[in-house]
Nanobody
Framework: QVQLVESGGGLVQAGGSLRLSCATS????????MGWFRQYPGLERDFVAV????????DYVDSVKGRFAISRDNAKNTVYLQMNSLKPEDTAVYYC?????????????????????WGQGTQVTVSS
């Protein structure tokens, strides 16, 4: 069992930055692919970013490329999402998620159904 706890959300003005953290329990964190998703009210969770178990591979949804950066510290069992140049349309609840066993391919890691474990979410609000 893996438990995920997000933190770092909040209210920021457009153009500002936030860094989300996702702390995990368990001794097998380094074996999990970690993803960030976001959810707008009334809609399903959308893929934002992903990082492979080793940290050597990442991917992002087009709308955040060049603005967001995902990273992980396997020694601290934590994954991060650095969000820069925030826009009002980035306003959402952000979730981190963990999965293990799927091939490294976008049809898997962009799909919320691939992930086995989820955090409780953290609200990010960007004012214009």
């Amino acid at each position: 069992q893996v438990q995920l706890v997000e933190s770092g959300g909040g209210l920021v003005q457009a153009g500002g930055s936030l860094r989300l953290s996702c702390a995990t329990s368990g001794r097998t964190f380094s074996s999990y692919t970690m993803g960030w998703f976001r959810q707008y009210p009334g809609l399903e969770r959308d893929f934002v970013a992903v990082i492979s178990w080793s940290g050597s591979s990442t991917d992002y949804v087009d709308s955040v490329k060049g603005r967001f950066a995902i990273s992980r510290d396997n020694a601290k069992n934590t994954v991060y999402l650095q969000m820069n140049s925030l826009k009002p349309e980035d306003t959402a609840v952000y979730y981190c998620a963990a999965e293990r066993g799927s091939p490294w391919a976008s049809r898997y890691y962009t799909n919320a159904g691939t992930y086995d474990y989820w955090g409780q979410g953290t609200q990010v609000t960007v004012s214009s």
